[in-house]
């Protein structure tokens, strides 16, 4: 990865207010507009221009984040009607060209992509029907498109975002974790700010009376979105699966509240916090 600048501006000078993200050597801009700012906002210029936007929002049932992509060749009507509608959502990130070359087939194929990696990833509930089909496009207008992508795909984090994001492959560097317990088997690395629960890890299915509440919601959440398949008392990951932390990995994968840097080991019974101290 080659290192990059992104400048967020707040137009309204207030941090969780609106606020506006251009990439360095890009033409799009992404807008963070809170649910509650739409009305003062939507009249900005911004919001009349062809884009791809995110709504997102907390999920009634599930510890997972609820969220609906789509697209419109103007953004303001778009969310007005959204905003009589859908209920769930809180704010909404969407992305324009500061030059408008994004035109309908675009932000259509974008919208396509999003929903595809949204659905893949798992890290959310998709407000979305089904996957929608991309539109046909010359070659060039794919390549434009894909790389618009791209951008945006590095910018969303930036913004508390990470629902399109699959699982880093380790680094040639990377230490191999294990977590064994009852009822538990798995293994795990450290990616970046994240922590990937591999694929085949098994974690045990009853979790303890005093596990969090919202930790327990993210286990029922990670069943519902078939990232974990129950086999008898115990569950099994079906594809690799990244955690914003270590502890929220371990508790989890062992249906209790859980430090990760000490329930993670090597393979010579290190723990992760050991391991962290001696790179420090």
Not at 57 to 80: A, F, K, M, N, Q
Not at 152 to 172: R, T, Y
Request: proline fraction near 5%.
């Amino acid at each position: 990865m080659k290192p990059y600048s992104i400048r967020i501006f707040l137009p309204d000078g207030v941090p969780d207010g609106l606020r506006l993200v251009e990439k360095s050597n890009w033409s799009g801009l992404g807008i963070v507009c809170p649910r509650s700012l739409l009305g003062e906002s939507k009249s900005r210029a911004e919001f009349a221009r062809t884009g791809v936007y995110v709504l997102v929002g907390e999920s009634e049932t599930s510890g997972l984040p609820t969220v609906y992509v789509g697209e419109s060749d103007s953004i303001r009507p778009r969310l007005e009607q959204h905003a009589s509608k859908k209920d769930f959502w809180t704010a909404v990130t969407f992305f324009v060209s500061k030059d408008d070359n994004l035109n309908k087939a675009h932000v259509q194929y974008l919208e396509s992509r999003l929903v595809g990696l949204a659905s893949e990833a798992k890290r959310c509930v998709l407000d979305n029907g089904n996957v929608p089909a991309p539109p046909s496009l010359s070659e060039a207008d794919r390549a434009d498109a894909e790389g618009f992508l791209d951008e945006m795909l590095l910018c969303f984090p930036i913004v508390g975002l990470d629902v399109f994001d699959q699982p880093a492959a380790p680094a040639s560097n990377a230490t191999r974790l294990f977590l064994v317990g009852d009822m538990t088997d798995a293994k795990g690395y450290e990616s970046g700010g994240e922590f990937v629960v591999c694929a085949g890890s098994k974690g045990r299915l009853k979790d303890t009376a005093s596990f969090d509440q919202s930790l327990r919601q993210k286990r029922v959440g990670l069943i519902d979105q078939q990232v974990l398949r129950v086999e008898g008392e115990q569950y099994v990951f079906v594809q690799d699966y990244a955690f914003r932390s270590p502890s929220t990995a371990a508790a989890v994968t062992l249906g209790r509240n859980a430090n990760g840097r000490t329930e993670w080991k090597d393979g010579q019974g290190r723990t992760l916090k050991t391991l962290q101290e001696a790179d420090g």
